[in-house]
């Protein structure tokens, strides 16, 4: 990975860390919107500019990559890049938790 991508995306926001969540499995723009709405219990509701902007960086990054195209709308699908950064990033939030764990 290079020092690029890691200055960039780690630590992510939470919709970087959502989206690619979600695209562990071949989604399209709008059902991660909903996918992210339900995990967060409404906590995090993405705004299509917000969504798409995120997806076509992210793509331009080599993190996610664009599949095929169901019915216009665009599935996409996480790549070896982008597992690496979400597993980081993953691993940043394990240690986080474990601190707080154990301050208490």
């Known amino acids: 990975m290079d020092e690029h991508i890691r200055k960039v995306y780690v630590p992510m926001t939470e919709t970087g860390f959502y989206i690619l969540l979600c695209l562990r499995n071949e989604e399209h723009g709008y059902s991660i919107i909903r996918k992210v709405e339900e995990m967060t219990e409404g906590e995090i509701r993405l705004s299509p500019g917000t969504m798409y902007g995120s997806l076509?960086?992210?793509e331009k990054d080599g993190l996610i990559q664009f599949i095929r195209e169901e019915e216009k709308r665009k599935i996409y699908l996480i790549t070896e890049l982008g597992k690496q950064?979400?597993?980081l990033e993953m691993q940043r939030i394990a240690r986080l938790y474990r601190n707080m764990m154990e301050a208490s």
């Open 56 to 58: 076509g960086k992210m």
């Open 85 to 87: 950064v979400l597993d």
